[in-house]
């Protein structure tokens, strides 16, 4: 049974980056699509971003341009690049792999 820890959210100011790290163990997660997801207070968990085992990306409207989501299988490991933050990105970040397994999420909050 895979397992997945999210790591890398934090306190930061509007304009300002995080890289958000999502490490499997319990199986190589190489071969299956992995992707990120968001949960704000009072609001439904959503889309952030995915990236295929060929290393196809595909991102919500809100972050693309902003968010880079990038895979290392040799190291099991999923990461969020999140630039020019918003105080609207302040969530809960999941990450998630197929057969919908969910890590416990990481704080994001971005204000002043």
């Known amino acids: 049974q895979v397992q997945l820890v999210e790591s890398g959210g934090g306190l930061v100011q509007p304009g300002g980056s995080l890289r958000l790290s999502c490490a499997a163990s319990?199986?190589?997660?190489?071969?299956?699509?992995m992707g990120w997801y968001r949960q704000a207070p009072g609001k439904q968990r959503e889309f952030v971003a995915h990236i295929t085992s060929a290393g196809r990306t595909n991102y919500a409207d809100s972050v693309s341009g902003r968010f880079s989501i990038s895979r290392n299988n040799a190291q099991n490991t999923v990461y969020l690049q999140m630039n020019s933050l918003k105080p609207e990105d302040t969530a809960v970040y999941y990450c998630?792999?197929?057969?919908?397994?969910w890590g416990q999420g990481t704080q994001v909050t971005v204000s002043s």
């Open positions: 319990g199986r190589s997660v190489s071969v299956f699509v």
């Open positions: 998630n792999t197929p057969p919908g397994i």
